[in-house]
């Protein structure tokens, strides 16, 4: 058994998109757009018991400061749409933007929360497979059997989860 325990971050993530397309002459057009971006998904009371921070911070490390979320993410587009012939059959188009991507929160926040100071996990585990199997008979320091079990046989038994809330 597993004693729960219950950690939650939060991430915010705010986005704001303009756009409109000019038509130069008959058989060109222009696409113009901005786009601002503003993801805040590090916690800074959280970040500060992080124990890589601490220590960083500590020995005056470079990498011992927290990282703020960045509010200048503004992201340009701009493209074309060329009619080649003028026929409406023959369209030549190109676009170039600049794009931020959404950081990787699971990975970061669970990093963050194996970090903490203190953390404790008790399990209690009963094998109701002693004496079964071909290890039954097995002794620690003695030669392993020489026939693996078959493929897709597992003594292993359900019982964890995780869940993702995205709201």
């Known amino acids: 058994q597993t004693t729960p325990n219950f ?8 986005s704001a998109f303009a756009q409109d397309d000019l038509k130069l002459s008959q058989r060109l057009t222009l696409n113009l757009g901005l786009r601002y971006d503003f993801f805040h998904n590090l916690n800074q009371r959280e970040l500060a018991n992080n124990r890589f921070y601490k220590v960083f911070k500590a020995i005056n490390s470079p990498f011992g400061v927290l990282p703020h979320a960045s509010k200048l993410d503004f992201s340009p587009r701009i493209g074309f749409a060329w009619d080649a012939r003028g026929n409406g059959k023959d369209l030549i188009r190109a676009n170039f933007g600049m794009y931020y991507p959404v950081q990787v929160v699971t990975s970061f926040f ?7 100071p203190t953390l404790a996990f008790t399990q209690t585990i009963s094998n109701t497979a002693v004496g079964v199997g071909p290890l039954a008979s097995y002794v620690f320091g003695g030669p392993l059997p020489v026939a693996f079990p ?3 046989a597992t003594e292993l038994v359900p019982g964890a989860s995780a869940s993702s809330n995205p709201n």
Do not use: D, R, S, V
Request: charged share 10%; no cysteine; aromatic share 34%.
């Open 7 to 14: 950690q939650t971050f939060n991430m915010y993530y705010w």
């Open 110 to 116: 669970t990093a963050n929360y194996y970090e903490k």
């Open 150 to 152: 078959p493929a897709g």
